[in-house]
Structure formats: structure tokens, C-alpha cells
């Protein structure tokens, strides 16, 4: 699978057919594996796909589906870029107010997780966007964002492409702005450190912007040239929602100048991609640029067939804001139940964890977890230079009363005690059941007298709860053994060299009578309190 993901990352631009089988086949293993991960990347390759084969019908359907598993699996680079890509089909279809929700929501992403990238590729767009609704303030603040955090991402991953986008957007606001000099400045940029780098679609949008600067300077000989240099450059085969924009304000332009024969031929080969796309809002723009050629030629009849043709695709464009509409409320659906999956996962993860981290009779921590916490109270006592303290304590005869008495009077006898020790825990002391009778206690930042007096308090306690224990003379009841290791950690002390002298101290303290509990510091020197 990894080797198939890999040619999908790298497919762009090529084979459509190729690609869209390889993501079947993902998909198809990721359906019978149950694999959250496997399901959104497919999704989410075969809309892009899709919007690479000018396909846009499809895009909306592959990447809803893609969205609520690429958050469940923690793809968020992805569900950032499938934002982006729902925004630009929906200011291909006119919906300019949705293109910014989708905008902002990926942004929010790029934001939360540092994807400079696409957060870059985001800004870039929506300045573009703004630039297009004539906000040339915002316009410039956007691509100006866009600029600081390409510079941000790291040289080996970043893109020409992306750069180009940048510097030929910030060219053509200061353009409409009326700042030609700013608009040179970025034109400079251009072609000092992209051009010897574009692509053929590059050179086309590029154009398209050149050849209106060139016309604002006066420059008409210059102009000419780049308005001939795009017609030889658009081919049948351009990423039409990538170039659209730019190709409409460069008819626009050619309208303006009584170019028309210029519109007619670039709207004869944007013809068949524009129908491609099934998007009503692009031909309705084509449509409504045939309008405005017509009426200069003062050809009535054919004005009037056009304007109609105009009417029905405004009919279409409203049902497709209408379905846009169903396609954000699904999509939105999506995503709830993804998150109520996701939600789920995490509150069965903590209950797994807390399980396996957890005694099952007594509900103290377990070994597992003792290893790894007190190695961690151990490095912070030491850190801030604090006393610490590890007991072992354990049930005086405790195999006899298991024999005497059963192992379920034993396990209930493990119960008591533990439920007095879980009393105990505070921000200061730890406690878990180290195995069998044996208890072990951690006290950070006390002083040995206060552990001492804890301490004392437990064996109190336990004889307190009367648990009948005859197998010896005295009528103390079950009674608890306690070994307590006290000193400052110095560099190069880990959990078990206090456990290991606790222990020790343990077996003092049952050499010693049992029922009682003694002190030393990690050199196994005593402490008197």
C-alpha cells in the first residue's frame, strides 16, 4: 500500500485513469482492513484527480467522503488541502461566500497544526479571491502573508509554483490599485527568480497579467506580443479552474482594446474545458464575454440568442447554489459523526489505558505505571532539588493468612488496605500495589517527619480495621510492615535505587518485630524520628 500511496503523491498531472485506479485500489483495502487512514487518502487523491481532469462534478462527492476520515486518522495536512481545493470549485461555481468559509476552515487547520505550506497556498488564494471582489487592501494583506510564510517554510519543500502564484497576484493588485511602479517591482521578482522555472501554464497567467500591465504603460508593441504569445500557448489541455480568472480579465481586456478576434479565439478553445468542468457559473461568464462581443458587432439576432442562452444558465447556477448548499449541510453531517467516532475512539483509548495501567483488584496503579511515574517524580525531586521518600510496605503474614483464611478472605484483605492507602494519594504522594501483599508509596517534597506521621497514621489505621488474624498470639489483627527510603536524589539516582533500599529497610522492619516502619536513607543509613 505504502508503494501505491507514494505514486499517487507524485501523480500530479499525469495519467487520470492510471491514478483513479490506484486510489480504487487503496480504497478497496482500506474498506476490508477498516483502516480510517487508507480511506481518506483515497478520497481525498481521487477528488483531487478529478479537479486535475477539470472533473469538478466529482470533486465535492470524493472529498466529503474523504474529510471525516482524514480527521479521524490525524491527516490534517490533507483535510487542510481538501478545504482549499473545495474553496477554489466554489468560486469556479460562483459561490464566493462559501469559497471563503472553506478558505477560513482550512486556515484554522494550518494554523492549529503549523502547515506553513498550505497555509501559505491558502493566503495566496484568498488574496486572489479578494483581489477578484475589487478588496484590494485585504487583497494585498492576504498575498503579503502568503509571501512571509512561503519564505517560512523550509527551502527543500517549497514551490516555484506557489512563489509565481504570489508574486504575479501581488503584480496584478497593485495594478488595479493604480500602483504601477509596486506592480514592476513584482514583476521583476518574476522574472529573476521564477521565470527560468515555468511550466506552460505558468507563462499563460503570467501573460495574462503582463499583457495588462504593458497596456497600462502604453507599452503596445509589448502588449501585442504577449496577446500572441497566449494565444500560441493555450492549448485543449490547461487546468481550466486554475487559469480561468486570469483568461476572463485577459478577454476582458482584449473587449476593451477591440481585440474581439482575440476573445472569440480564446473562447473557442476555453470552450469544450469550460463544459468539461459541468459548471454553469464558468459558461454563464464565457456566455455573458460573447454577449458584449456580439453587441459591438451590432449582430441583433445572435445578441439575443446569446442572452437567452445567459437566462438558463442563471436558472442552473441557482440550482447549483442550492445544491452547494445540500453539499455543505452532508458535509457538515460528515464530519459530526467523524468526530463523534473520533470522540469515541479517544474515551475507549483512556479507558484502555487506565485499565492497563490500573489494578484490577484494588483500582491503585499498577506496576507499569510505578515504573514510569516514579522514574518521573524522581527527575523532578532532583530538579528542584527536593526530599523524597519511597515506602514498601506489606502484610505481616500474610501467606499464612491466606492459607488459614482462603484467597478470596485474602484478596478482600488486599481491599481494605488498598482503600486506606488510596486515601492517601494528594499531589504529593503516589501510590500503586508493587504485587502480591506489597504496596509501594512515593512522597515527594515532604520532609521525613510529615512522611513519618503519614506513615504512622496508615498503620494505625489498618489495625483499626479489625481484620481477624489468628494465626499469632497478641490479638493485634492484620497488621502492615513499612520500609521507607528518605534522602534528596543526586544526579545519577533512579527509582530503583530507592526501591531497592526501601526494600531493604522492609525486611529491617520485619526483622524487627514486624508491625512497625523504618526509616533510612538511600545509603541505608537509619533515620530517627
Same mark, same amino acid.
Given at each position: 500500500m505504502e508503494d501505491l500511496m507514494q505514486k499517487v503523491r507524485e501523480g500530479r498531472g499525469t495519467d487520470a485513469a492510471c491514478m483513479l485506479d490506484y486510489c480504487t485500489q487503496i480504497e478497496?483495502?482500506?474498506?476490508?482492513?477498516?483502516?480510517?487512514?487508507?480511506?481518506g487518502f483515497s478520497h481525498y487523491y481521487k477528488g483531487r484527480t478529478y479537479y486535475l481532469s477539470n472533473e469538478t462534478g466529482k470533486v465535492f462527492e470524493e472529498i466529503g467522503e474523504a474529510l471525516g476520515y482524514l480527521e479521524q486518522s490525524g491527516q490534517w495536512e490533507l483535510v487542510a488541502a481538501a478545504y482549499n481545493l473545495m474553496a477554489i470549485v466554489s468560486v469556479g461555481k460562483g459561490n464566493l461566500s462559501f469559497a471563503i468559509e472553506y478558505y477560513l476552515a482550512g486556515l484554522k487547520y494550518c494554523k492549529k497544526y503549523e502547515l506553513i505550506e498550505v497555509e501559505s497556498r491558502i493566503e495566496s488564494n484568498l488574496g486572489s479571491l479578494y483581489m477578484e471582489c475589487g478588496q484590494y487592501s485585504d487583497a494585498r494583506d492576504y498575498l503579503e502573508q502568503a509571501h512571509l510564510d512561503y519564505k517560512r517554510v523550509p527551502e527543500e519543500e517549497r514551490s516555484l509554483a506557489s512563489l509565481t502564484a504570489i508574486y504575479n497576484n501581488l503584480a496584478l493588485c497593485y495594478m488595479k490599485s493604480g500602483s504601477l511602479e509596486k506592480?514592476?517591482?513584482?514583476i521583476r521578482k518574476l522574472e529573476t527568480e521564477c521565470e527560468a522555472h515555468f511550466e506552460e501554464m505558468d507563462y499563460i497567467y503570467v501573460n495574462c497579467m503582463r499583457a495588462r500591465y504593458c497596456h497600462l504603460c502604453g507599452n503596445i508593441s509589448m502588449r501585442d506580443q504577449y496577446i500572441a504569445d497566449i494565444q500560441n500557448q493555450l492549448s485543449g489541455d490547461v487546468l481550466i479552474l486554475d487559469l480561468f480568472d486570469d483568461l476572463y480579465?485577459?478577454?476582458?481586456?482584449?473587449?476593451?482594446?477591440?481585440?474581439?478576434?482575440?476573445?472569440?479565439?480564446?473562447?473557442?478553445?476555453?470552450?469544450? $474545458?469550460?463544459?468539461?468542468?459541468?459548471?454553469?457559473?464558468?459558461?454563464?461568464?464565457m456566455t455573458a464575454l460573447e454577449m458584449d462581443y456580439v453587441k459591438k458587432t451590432k449582430d441583433r439576432e445572435r445578441y439575443l440568442k446569446t442572452a437567452g442562452?445567459?437566462?438558463? $444558465?442563471?436558472?442552473?447556477?441557482?440550482?447549483?447554489n442550492r445544491s452547494m448548499i445540500v453539499n455543505m449541510l452532508y458535509l457538515r453531517k460528515s464530519l459530526e459523526r467523524a468526530r463523534e467516532r473520533c470522540r469515541k475512539l479517544e474515551e475507549d483509548a483512556v479507558e484502555l489505558t487506565e485499565k492497563s495501567e490500573r489494578d484490577p483488584l484494588t483500582g491503585l496503579a499498577n506496576r507499569y505505571r510505578l515504573t514510569n511515574d516514579s522514574e518521573k517524580i524522581v527527575e523532578q525531586c532532583f530538579a528542584e532539588h527536593k526530599p523524597l521518600s519511597f515506602e514498601i510496605l506489606d502484610i505481616d503474614y500474610f501467606k499464612q493468612y491466606n492459607d488459614r483464611y482462603g484467597h478470596q478472605a485474602g484478596d478482600d484483605c488486599v481491599r481494605a488496605i488498598a482503600a486506606l492507602i488510596r486515601q492517601m494519594e494528594s499531589d504529593q504522594i503516589?501510590?500503586?500495589?508493587?504485587?502480591?501483599?506489597?504496596?509501594?508509596?512515593?512522597?515527594?517534597?515532604?520532609?521525613?517527619?510529615?512522611?513519618?506521621?503519614?506513615?504512622?497514621?496508615?498503620?494505625?489505621?489498618?489495625?483499626?480495621?479489625q481484620i481477624e488474624q489468628r494465626y499469632t498470639e497478641g490479638a493485634f489483627g492484620v497488621t502492615i510492615s513499612q520500609g521507607i527510603c528518605h534522602d534528596i536524589p543526586s544526579n545519577g539516582n533512579?527509582?530503583?535505587?530507592?526501591?531497592?533500599?526501601?526494600?531493604?529497610?522492609?525486611?529491617?522492619?520485619?526483622?524487627?518485630?514486624?508491625?512497625? $516502619?523504618?526509616?533510612?536513607?538511600i545509603h541505608g543509613r537509619e533515620i530517627e524520628v
Open positions: 478497496e483495502y482500506a474498506e476490508r482492513a477498516g483502516d480510517a487512514r487508507l480511506l506592480a514592476e517591482e513584482y480579465d485577459f478577454c476582458e481586456l482584449m473587449l476593451e482594446i477591440d481585440r474581439g478576434d482575440v476573445c472569440r479565439n480564446i473562447g473557442e478553445k476555453l470552450k469544450a $474545458l469550460v463544459e468539461q468542468t459541468g459548471i454553469a457559473n464558468m459558461q454563464r461568464k442562452r445567459f437566462y438558463e $444558465l442563471t436558472e442552473i447556477v441557482e440550482q447549483e503516589f501510590c500503586a500495589r508493587y504485587g502480591g501483599d506489597e504496596f509501594v508509596i512515593i512522597y515527594s517534597g515532604m520532609s521525613a517527619e510529615e512522611v513519618c506521621e503519614r506513615a504512622e497514621k496508615l498503620r494505625q489505621d489498618v489495625m483499626a480495621l533512579k527509582n530503583w535505587d530507592f526501591l531497592h533500599i526501601a526494600d531493604q529497610t522492609l525486611y529491617r522492619a520485619k526483622r524487627g518485630g514486624k508491625n512497625c $516502619l523504618c526509616m533510612t536513607d
